[in-house]
């Protein structure tokens, strides 16, 4: 079986997040260059790709965060403008926030960067699971329903949840080529936590993803 490095980008990556500080949109702030898997492979990734919920609160690296980041739906062809998740006719509706101690950012994917959109810790919200409060990364996954695909609503519910298993899956092949743990999660009172993210309407909570280094 030939073995095929699980992030054949790599070089791409490393060459196309080279943002200059000065076409980032106010408020956010340039990630450092991703840690990527390198040598381990896309079989490796696979056999140890697994839910853990037993996450340590210490923080993920700035490098590490950016990996996750732009393996979860970062751009992978910058001249295309295209992502590493896919979705229905490009409408690339699916928004990446990142609840941290520190506050609430939103993955900017084009400037590879994070805006700063509150202060406040909101991790307790991102789920009814005690854990949520604690993981030093809780990803919420943002459907925007006008660009979702579909005519009905039905449809674009759908859609909307196919797309965001993609992100989703993306994250668990990152951190398993990467050590680290993670569980997507369903049980969020979606309601109260669109409240505290303030989301307008329109934009719809899909599922939130807990990431972290495993507990020695």
């Not at 700035?62 to 295309?80: I, K, Q, Y």
């Amino acid at each position: 079986m030939d073995r095929r490095h699980f992030l054949l980008a790599a070089g791409m990556v490393a060459a196309g997040l080279a943002v200059p500080a000065a076409g980032l949109a106010q408020g956010a702030a340039a990630l450092p260059a991703p840690a990527l898997p390198g040598a381990k492979t896309l079989e490796e990734a696979l056999r140890l790709r697994q839910t853990r919920r037993d996450i340590d609160p210490r923080p993920l690296p700035g490098d590490v965060l950016s990996g996750l980041l732009w393996a979860a739906g970062g751009v992978n062809r910058p001249e295309a403008g295209k992502h590493t998740a896919p979705t229905a006719q490009n409408r690339q509706e699916i928004a990446i926030y990142v609840a941290k101690a520190d506050g609430l950012f939103l993955y900017e994917p084009k400037d590879h960067a994070l805006t700063r959109l509150a202060d406040a810790d909101i991790r307790a919200a991102t789920g009814k699971q005690a854990l949520a409060a604690t993981v030093p990364v809780n990803l919420v996954y943002v459907a925007d329903m006008g660009k979702v695909a579909g005519s009905t609503a039905e449809e674009k519910l759908f859609y909307a949840g196919a797309d965001t298993g993609f992100v989703s899956q993306n994250v668990y092949l990152y951190c398993a080529a990467m050590g680290l743990a993670t569980v997507v999660r369903a049980s969020i009172d979606t309601a109260a936590l669109a409240k505290a993210m303030g989301l307008p309407e329109g934009k719809r909570v899909t599922l939130a993803q807990s990431v972290g280094y495993p507990k020695a």
